[in-house]
């Protein structure tokens, strides 16, 4: 997966595990400036987290596996989507 972002201010290219520690606010390993997530960015994750958990809460009817799918969806969204999605200025 390419995680090719950069930091506005040094031009710092963000690496994977850098990026996985952040959420709404990441501070750049090398110049120790602060960048916040764009309002954009932080809607279009939301949208992706919410989606597909309001139908996995609708279509599944037994309790274990909606726990399951659930679980796994959070662990996926935090882990792989939200690096990918959240942009910093
Ligand atoms: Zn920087």
Redesign the pocket.
């Known amino acids: 997966m390419a995680f090719n972002k950069k930091?506005c201010?040094?031009?710092?290219a963000f690496s994977y595990k850098t990026l996985l520690n952040q959420t709404a606010i990441m501070k750049?390993p090398?110049?120790k400036?602060e960048l916040q997530a764009t309002l954009l960015s932080k809607i279009i994750f939301s949208l992706i987290f919410i989606i597909p958990f309001v139908l996995i809460l609708m279509g599944i009817e037994r309790d274990l596996g909606k726990i399951v799918v659930t679980l796994i969806w959070v662990i996926i969204s935090f882990l792989v989507i939200q690096p990918l999605v959240l942009k910093y200025e």
Do not use: K, L
């Open positions: 930091c201010h040094c031009n710092y750049c090398a110049c400036a």
